[in-house]
T-cell receptor
Framework: NAGVMQNPRHLVRRRGQEARLRCSPM?????VYWYRQLPEEGLKFMVY????????ESGMPKERFSAEFPKEGPSILRIQQVVRGDSAAYFC?????????????FGAGSRLTVL | EDKVVQSPLSLVVHEGDTVTLNCSYE??????LLWYKQEKKAPTFLFML????IEKKSGRLSSILDKKELFSILNITATQTGDSAVYLC????????????FGTGTRLQVTL
């Protein structure tokens, strides 16, 4: 069981470029969550997805950020026209698809640095 | 916003000491309280608490929830240098399945 797989682990982008972060959930998990962790801060919820559906995107910035979880393939968090303030660790987590399963399993994170 | 407040923010202890980490939360739509350990990688799950007064234990770590006073504690006895990490507390809601709200964490450093 490979756990939650995220890539890339480290990504460097210049201001104005696009960043794409990928997440493959644990085997058997159908729920994916994205969290952002700024330096010296806690994990902040961004978005919750199931296959082909965004369930809750209340933590996503209104502009430049989008997420998807297609029928086939990994979930992708996309940040367009990155700015320095987007520099952070982005964690993906997955959970089984039954109600009440609050335990999330996290990936190792993708660390985005914007120059 | 469903607030989760952890204290202390950071802590330095000597190996062998016992530490208690605190977490308080707001009651709205509360389902569960979780503790995670974060080193320089993925947060790893420690405990999930849903019932008041029932201690959960794993080796030198234990945790308990008080739903009346809205807090939880994480105890680590006989600390070791490998316990050095950020300990994250999170609450789960009854609404969106598995959506967690995290505190900012307690950074624990265990020295020799």
């Amino acid at each position: 069981n490979a756990g939650v797989m995220q890539n890339p682990r480290h990504l460097v982008r210049r201001r104005g470029q696009e960043a794409r972060l990928r997440c493959s959930p644990m085997k058997g998990h159908s729920h994916v969550y994205w969290y952002r962790q700024l330096p010296e801060e806690g994990l902040k919820f961004m978005v919750y997805l199931q296959k082909e559906n965004i369930i809750d995107e209340s933590g996503m910035p209104k502009e430049r950020f989008s997420a998807e979880f297609p029928k086939e393939g990994p979930s992708i968090l996309r940040i367009q026209q990155v700015v320095r303030g987007d520099s952070a660790a982005y964690f993906c987590a997955s959970a089984p698809g039954y109600v009440g399963a609050n335990v999330l399993t996290f990936g190792a994170g993708s660390r985005l640095t914007v120059l | 916003e469903d607030k989760v407040v952890q204290s202390p923010l950071s802590l330095v202890v000597h190996e062998g000491d016992t530490v208690t980490l605190n977490c308080s939360y707001e009651v709205t739509n509360f389902r569960s309280l979780l503790w995670y350990k974060q080193e320089k990688k993925a947060p790893t799950f420690l405990f999930m608490l849903t019932s008041s007064g029932i201690e959960k234990k794993s080796g030198r770590l234990s945790s308990i929830l008080d739903k009346k006073e809205l807090f939880s504690i994480l105890n680590i006895t006989a600390t070791q240098t490998g316990d050095s990490a950020v300990y994250l507390c999170a609450r789960g809601n009854t609404g969106t399945a598995s959506k967690l709200t995290f505190g900012t964490g307690t950074r624990l450093q265990v020295t020799l």
